[in-house]
């Protein structure tokens, strides 16, 4: 059965706890950072995720669209971040295998995430080693914006990749996600679904997870 990570970036804040509590059909958590170099916007960073930590048991899944990743990454670590995700457009490849066995090394798990002209060709060095890759379904920066299908494609190959080499990385897709999105995404082979504004403009949160499952 498919994951459902709830973005954080379309939750109203002022009532953190309470939208939380409210999401507890699904399994993670999606929390999506945003520096405003990388991405032409900014959300929270490190210190907001270990107050999240402290008040559910859920699995942190951190998105970090930040330029140099690798400086703040004891940060979320230490926020108690369950899986960190970096974009591979924001490091210098020769840091990648360093970024990863360090988050690894730490006890947290590790993923890479593409936008949606990045070709998934670029992670075959390291997909024996990640434990989620992160298909871009939308130019990171925004919630609300529509699907590019072009995600379906990326997915059925990292299946395919998956079966054939015995890879045990999960599959997550991000960006333009509502019950007709996520049935294609499912049929590709998705593990893990990201939905905010789907979710979180709705309202009941607990129906609109389950219509995604
Ligand atoms: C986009 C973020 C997404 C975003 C998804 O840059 O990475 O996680 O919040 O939002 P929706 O589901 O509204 O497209
Ligand atoms: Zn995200």
């Known amino acids: 059965m498919v994951k459902i990570a709830p973005s954080l970036l379309s939750v109203d804040f002022a009532c953190l706890k309470d939208e939380i509590d409210k999401i507890k059909a699904a399994q993670w958590i999606h929390y999506d950072v945003m520096d405003g ?9 490190y210190s907001i995720l270990k107050d999240v930590s402290r008040i559910t048991d859920m699995y942190l899944d951190v998105h970090l669209m930040i330029s140099e990743p690798s400086k703040y990454i ?14 591979y457009e924001a490091v210098d490849r020769d840091e990648i295998d ?23 060709e670029v992670l075959l060095p390291y997909l024996a080693d990640l434990d989620l890759i992160l298909v871009m ?17 990326k997915i ?22 509502n019950e007709t999105t ?3 995404c499912r049929q590709a082979g998705v593990d893990v ?17 389950e219509s995604l499952k």
């Open 182 to 184: 996520a049935k294609l």
């Open 137 to 153: 379904s939308v130019e990171p920066g925004f919630g609300g914006q529509k699907f590019n299908p072009i995600a379906l494609d």
């Open 193 to 209: 679904l990201v939905a905010g504004s789907y979710i979180f403009n709705s309202n009941d949160y607990t129906k609109a997870i």
């Open 37 to 45: 170099h990388f991405v032409p916007n900014i959300s929270f960073g």
């Open 98 to 120: 360093n970024l990863i066995n360090y988050i690894k090394k730490s006890n947290v798990d590790v993923g890479i995430a593409i936008k949606p002209d990045t070709a998934v």
């Open 156 to 177: 059925k190959k990292l299946v395919s990749l998956k079966q054939d080499n015995n890879y045990k990385y999960l599959i997550e897709v991000d960006g333009g996600i």
């Open 74 to 87: 004891d940060n979320f670590i230490d926020s108690n971040a369950s899986l960190i995700v970096f974009h």
